[in-house]
């Protein structure tokens, strides 16, 4: 069933719920967007946060959560980051819970929709749908893996509907994330500068955060019977930090300086990954390109105060 609500959105009744990692880098603006479609989603993460605190890798709990929500789809978004490229420990923990999401919601007949991650291609020059996978770190090595499982078991039980997203580096207010890989926007009075794990020259897919909510909403929302693949990529614009840069130097005339690559977590991205088939069965748009992203992610701070800046640079010009 389906009633308009006050914002003019369309809410429905027809699913209840619940979405893990709430508390992540994603959840918040995620559990928002569904919100605005669905009139029963449940927030959780294992962090005690506004939501519900659960830890999916306890099976017991996971189990009782659903049985008393009635919970008919799992968005999960929840995995341990990462602090080198091969943490094992962050590997299993994440493994831990996506085991135990997809298996139970199959076995209580609900649906799953996972948030994966471009990661899963490795740092392959240009990619697409169908292009073979190619993890280099361990937090790609967990996508994949849950990934392969989820379609495993769509593949044992035809009546089970698995979906994962796979998502490129996200600009925020305030920065950029790619998993747990972050780029810090740092503003003074005087500069803004851009803190980042990649050169600053290197292309890479990218999407603003409100976006990537709006996707994983038009997602679930999505008609199984007009799916014909269970994974998709999702993309919004393809940019370098130097493009972010020179955009947000278009709108604020301010320095704008990349700092060097931060060698302790390699970043193993694609540099271009098309994203066809999430246009063509469930109709993706992207709402927000670079010049948006970049106005959106530098607006989190007070502006830089312009004299002051124009004197810094006029300084640091005559040296």
Request: hydrophobic letters at 45%.
């Amino acid at each position: 069933s389906e009633r308009n609500r006050d914002d003019g959105m369309i809410a429905t009744t027809t699913k209840r719920i619940l979405v893990s990692g709430s508390a992540g880098q994603l959840g918040g603006d995620v559990v928002g967007a569904l919100r605005r479609r669905y009139d029963y989603v449940v927030a959780s993460d294992v962090k005690r946060n506004d939501g519900l605190q659960l830890d999916v890798r306890s099976r017991g709990a996971l189990e009782r959560t659903m049985d008393d929500h009635g919970i008919d789809c799992i968005v999960h978004l929840a995995s341990c980051a990462p602090t080198c490229p091969h943490d094992t420990l962050a590997l299993t923990r994440t493994i831990e819970g996506v085991e135990n999401v997809l298996d139970v919601a199959r076995r209580r007949g609900a649906a799953v929709v996972l948030a994966s991650s471009f990661a899963a291609y490795g740092s392959l020059t240009s990619v697409g749908d169908d292009s073979p996978l190619h993890p280099e770190t361990a937090d790609a090595v967990a996508h994949v893996y849950a990934e392969t499982l989820g379609l495993k078991y769509r593949d044992d039980d035809d009546g089970f509907d698995f979906r994962a997203l796979r998502i490129p580096a996200v600009v925020a207010p305030g920065g950029v994330s790619l998993g747990a890989h972050s780029w810090a926007l740092r503003c003074s009075p005087e500069t803004a500068h851009l803190v980042c794990v990649a050169p600053a020259t290197r292309s890479m897919p990218m999407i603003y955060v409100d976006d990537v909510a709006r996707g994983f909403a038009d997602f679930v929302a999505a008609d199984e019977n007009k799916l014909r693949r269970r994974v998709y990529n999702l993309v919004g614009f393809h940019a370098s930090p130097a493009d972010l840069g020179f955009a947000v130097d278009r709108e604020f005339p301010v320095s704008f300086d990349v700092a060097p690559p931060d060698d302790r977590l390699r970043v193993a991205w694609p540099a271009h990954v098309a994203a066809a088939s999430a246009v063509a069965d469930w109709g993706w748009r992207p709402r927000f390109n670079v010049d948006d992203a970049a106005r959106a992610m530098f607006a989190a701070f007070p502006r830089v105060d312009l004299a002051v800046a124009q004197r810094t640079a006029a300084a640091a010009a005559s040296r």
